[in-house]
């Protein structure tokens, strides 16, 4: 892979050595993919930072980055609680301290504390902007709604990424890689909840490649959570909508095989992930709430109250939190609680309940490795766990 001047320093140290390794892995990966140079890119989302993902292993490979500074707008991915509240989600001191000291080494390298997985509400990339994203559902979100270029970036990729200000030029960053390999249509008209449920099934069955989808809405948050799922239990960073997508019109061609989803077929699906049908508790946000999804809620919560023996539990970032606060107040008053920094998969807040209600496809596939999960329409969890006042 060609590389500049200032990227052959890097390489030899001259920038640090934090800066040196970053630089290893770019070329790394550049020559695995057989990318003829670097790209330049806007901004970068660090996942994988929770302790809970990185433990004392990843904690010591962090460190050797210490003495570097990231050179282009750097996110952060949810980490293991919420900072407000850190002993709900757990009373491992180990855990608290291990993660802080994470905390504080993306400080020190200047990433921005967002702890969000939803990095596209505090900065919305533009139509082909080259950048580099790791979460697994921002990733889907940024190439398939916004059309910015990313590909399937690791936490360690993209932290390189971010210290370097740059990515090998291959996969979805070039025209070529970003064409559609199935086409997708629907026997019915797909609704909010089945987003999640086609994700989740079109993953698990068609593996990798880039579905072009025919009758879906421009509905943000439902897209938001097709991707989230298609990209957890397949490996998908991109999908193509029809009228949606902004380059959807240049990714087909006329040989794609096609597959046809009805509801008979992803019902039969949903159903066989069910394994009780009275959760203990509900957790909604995965991937973290929009405004738009947190209004939603407050408007079903408003004259109800959480029944006894039962809790809800929200997650959405800081930022989101802070313009949607009237929402936020009149859904505590139902005796919900609302968490920032964190979520129901990188946290051991799982661990506290039997059975656990979610509406995602993607905690659906986390979470129910380890839990028993009732995955259902949000209305119907939501009725699950309230009582009116
Ligand atoms: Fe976000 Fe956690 Fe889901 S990081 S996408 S809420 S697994």
């Known amino acids: 892979m060609f590389l500049n001047k200032e990227e052959e320093l890097m390489l030899q140290g001259e920038y640090g050595s934090g800066a040196k390794i970053a630089m290893e892995i770019i070329l790394k990966l550049g020559d695995y993919y057989n990318a003829e140079n670097t790209i330049e890119i806007k901004n970068v989302q660090i996942s994988g930072i929770s302790y809970k993902n990185l433990g004392e292993y990843g904690l010591d490979l962090l460190k050797k980055f210490s003495d570097s500074k990231v050179r282009v707008p750097s996110f952060l991915n949810p980490i293991g609680f919420d900072l407000d509240f850190p002993t709900f989600f757990t009373d491992d001191n180990n855990f608290i301290k291990g993660q802080m000291e994470i905390l504080n080494i993306f400080r020190s390298i200047g990433a921005q504390q967002t702890l969000t997985c939803t990095p596209y509400y505090i900065i919305e990339p533009k139509f082909g902007d080259h950048i580099a994203w790791a979460e697994s559902s921002a990733i889907v979100y940024a190439n398939s709604v916004l059309g910015a270029r990313t590909n399937r970036e690791s936490g360690i990729s993209a932290l390189a990424s971010a210290i370097t200000g740059r990515a090998a030029n291959y996969g979805l960053h070039l025209n070529e890689g970003r064409k559609a390999t199935i086409k997708i249509n629907f026997d019915f008209k797909p609704e909010y909840f089945d987003y999640a449920v086609t994700g989740l099934y079109l993953g698990s069955k068609i593996k990798n490649g880039i579905p072009y989808f025919q009758g879906l809405e421009n509905n943000k948050d439902a897209l938001k959570s097709l991707g989230a799922a298609l990209n957890s239990s397949g490996s998908i960073p991109m999908f193509h909508a029809e009228g949606i997508t902004p380059e959807?019109?240049?990714?087909?061609?006329?040989?794609?095989?096609?597959?046809?989803?009805?509801?008979?077929?992803?019902?039969?699906?949903?159903?066989?992930?069910?394994?009780?049908?009275?959760?203990?508790?509900?957790?909604?946000?995965?991937?973290?709430?929009?405004?738009?999804?947190?209004?939603?809620?407050?408007?079903?919560?408003?004259?109800?109250?959480?029944?006894?023996?039962?809790?809800?539990?929200?997650?959405?970032?800081?930022?989101?939190?802070?313009?949607?606060?009237?929402?936020?107040?009149?859904?505590?008053?139902?005796?919900?609680?609302?968490?920032?920094?964190?979520?129901?998969?990188?946290?051991?807040v799982q661990e506290k309940y039997s059975v656990i209600g979610l509406n995602s496809g993607k905690a659906t596939y986390y979470v129910g490795r380890d839990k028993k999960i009732f995955f259902a329409d949000i209305k119907t969890l939501l009725e699950m766990v309230t009582d009116e006042n």
């Open 248 to 348: 959807y019109f240049s990714a087909i061609s006329d040989s794609l095989e096609i597959i046809t989803l009805s509801r008979t077929e992803l019902e039969d699906f949903r159903k066989s992930l069910i394994y009780s049908v009275d959760p203990d508790v509900v957790m909604l946000g995965c991937p973290h709430l929009s405004k738009e999804e947190i209004k939603n809620i407050a408007i079903f919560l408003k004259n109800k109250k959480i029944k006894h023996g039962k809790e809800l539990l929200l997650f959405t970032s800081r930022k989101i939190k802070d313009e949607a606060l009237d929402y936020i107040n009149e859904i505590k008053h139902s005796g919900a609680r609302v968490f920032t920094d964190t979520c129901m998969v990188v946290s051991p």
